[in-house]
């Protein structure tokens, strides 16, 4: 018997790397360096905004798209409206004197650690309840019965584009997933399944690929967020981002030595997670590069049915570019920063002004250059407007202009647009518990797929062995998809077990449901000899393609195994 244990490690971007090159925007004229022909990595970022006549014909759209004026005058005093109503919100509070977030007698800024949250002891109960409701189910199995509803097989077209179908590829793709996902290998899965290598290595080079395994993805995440129980997790406006850190085996271009998480050498996994536990976002990347170039990408090339309007991160995820950028998209970056006391804030004005209207509140110790924000207003939604439609690719811009010198005035003015946006965060942040403790829950969550990820990809001590990029991609996106696959099946039984319940005379409270996590995979088994057999275990579903819940409270032992 074969056990599959694994641990997963994906695919990194080798393309990025912080670049010296100054972004010069059109008003500075200063000379700069040639760019290195047809390079992407040492070529002027300038290169891949929308031109000057390009952009005349986007933005008018594009303002009306993120609700911002083109003329700076109109748009700035909006801004300061809202530092002032964020300010007020805070005066209030720090008024009090005693609470969470208060001055301290030197007039220093004291923020207390969240105290934990006050989960129901009636959500632990039933989410027991429901377990030993819900069907016991090998991981072949769970595959074919989220096929049969989603059809995200389909999504795997062969390279040069035949639609033919049958259940003998299907199963086919199914092994693959899952000799993948679990770092168990084809060499393993074909050991274990009974599927020849030479078959399973056939269907993974012509079928498996990041553009399929998008689609199958977005697939998944559209029919997961139209679940009825979905929306008692979150709305699918509220976003997160963490790395998750992986050993690697021998050497990759891709690798790096991080003691703090490998041995040896290792890879870093970029995912970005919805507040419905679904994964909509993942992309490998250097475990030494910074994670907060990448916090735009998948945000902005969402391509899911998930209405993500804000996104939250820890400080891994946080630069003033950033704040800046995602403002100016028409998002909200909301992290949750270390030291966020220790950080300086901005005002919009005169000192003896904002000290005169909020005296307690009178934290801002710098003036913002708003003259220079004023004169390269257009330029900044012109860099936005490149980035939402596509025209460059967020994480190589923001890289560059997060490098970029004092010098380069568009940097220069982001970062100062960046540094009001962040001042006003962190007011609105400090001032609202609620508002804490919700970017908290949000990252929770990741951490919670993180922990179903590992679960999942535990084979060979969870060292990834592929040792190119693009293998590597390809590999964390089936993790991703079979780690939704996952979510998905639970929430849709979690939601036919509550069914029943409450058909049966009993009372589910949506508050008490709103804190289970479909994350949990206790009645899935990823162990063991695994058969795949797609129109046998088609055969065993009713007529709406589910299996029979078992009965509440009784175990079937070995059921799955």
């Keep these: 018997m074969v056990v599959v244990q694994a641990e997963i490690a994906a695919p990194l971007d080798v393309e990025h790397r912080v670049d010296m090159q100054r972004v010069v925007a059109p008003q500075d004229q200063r000379q700069q360096s040639p760019p290195v022909p047809g390079s992407r990595r040492y070529d002027n970022p300038a290169a891949y905004l929308f031109k000057p006549a390009q952009w005349e014909t986007h933005r008018t759209e594009f303002c009306c798209l993120v609700g911002k004026s083109p003329d700076a005058s109109e748009a700035l005093p909006l801004v300061m ?31 207390s650690p969240l105290t934990a949250e006050d989960i129901p002891s009636e959500a632990e109960d039933l989410h027991a309840e429901l377990e030993r409701m819900l069907p016991n189910v090998p991981i072949a199995s769970l595959l074919v019965e989220m096929d049969r509803h989603t059809g995200f097989l ?13 259940p003998q590829l299907k199963r086919n793709l199914i092994a693959c997933l899952i000799g993948l996902s679990t770092n168990l290998g084809l060499h393993g899965m074909a050991a274990s399944c009974g599927i020849p290598y030479d078959v399973l290595a056939w269907t993974a080079e012509w079928y498996i690929r990041e553009e399929t395994l998008r689609e199958a993805n977005i697939c998944l995440v559209n029919y997961h967020h139209q679940l009825p129980v979905t929306t008692m997790f979150g709305s699918g406006t509220l976003s997160s981002s963490d790395g998750q850190r992986f050993p690697t085996r021998g050497k990759s271009i891709t690798a ?24 909509f976002g993942t992309k490998v990347i250097v475990a030494t590069h910074r994670e907060a170039h990448y916090v735009l990408d998948e945000i902005l090339g969402n391509a899911t ?52 209207r909020f005296p307690t ?13 004023a004169d390269h207003w257009d330029d900044l939604l012109r860099l936005a407007g490149s980035l939402k439609y596509g025209h460059a690719t967020a994480s190589l811009i923001v890289g560059k202009l997060s490098a970029s010198s004092r010098q380069n005035a568009l940097a220069a003015a982001l970062k100062e647009y960046g540094a009001i946006r962040r001042t006003i965060y962190a007011a609105k942040y400090l001032s609202d518990e609620g508002y804490r403790r919700k970017i908290a829950r949000q990252l929770n969550k990741g951490e919670s797929l993180h922990a179903l990820r590992r679960q999942l990809h535990s084979a060979r001590e969870g060292k990834v062995t592929r040792r190119q990029p693009e293998q590597q991609n390809e590999q964390a996106w089936c993790l991703t998809v079979v780690t939704n696959a996952v979510v998905c099946w639970h929430t849709e039984y979690m939601g036919l ?37 797609y129109e046998r275990e088609l055969a065993q579903l009713d007529d709406q393609g589910h299996r029979p819940l078992r009965t509440a409270g009784m175990d079937e032992p070995g059921a799955g195994l």
Excluded: W
Aim: proline share 2%; aromatic share 6%.
């Design 256 to 279: 790096r030595h991080l003691n703090k998480y490998f041995v040896s050498e290792g890879i870093s996994t970029y995912t970005h997670v919805s507040d419905q536990h679904s994964t």
């Design 361 to 373: 509140a009178g934290l801002l110790t710098k003036k913002a250059n708003l003259d220079l924000v």
């Design 305 to 356: 049915d998930l209405p993500i309007t804000e996104h939250a991160t820890d400080t891994h995820g946080v630069t003033l570019v950033n704040f800046g950028l995602f403002d100016l998209v028409g998002k909200q970056l909301s992290p949750r920063i270390r030291d966020l006391g220790k950080i300086t804030l901005y005002r919009m004005g005169a000192k003896s002004d904002y000290e005169e």
């Design 154 to 166: 389909d999504c795997f077209v062969h390279a040069d584009g035949k639609q033919a179908r049958s």
């Design 497 to 533: 077990a509550v069914g029943e319940l409450r058909a049966a005379g009993r009372g589910v409270d949506a508050e008490v449901l709103a804190h289970i996590s479909p994350a949990r995979s206790s009645v899935v088994n990823y162990y063991g000899s695994i058969t795949v057999d």
């Design 81 to 111: 409206d809202e530092l002032d109503e964020a300010l007020t919100d805070l005066e209030e509070v720090l008024k009090r004197g005693d609470g969470p977030v208060r001055l301290n007698d030197s007039g220093e800024l004291v923020i």
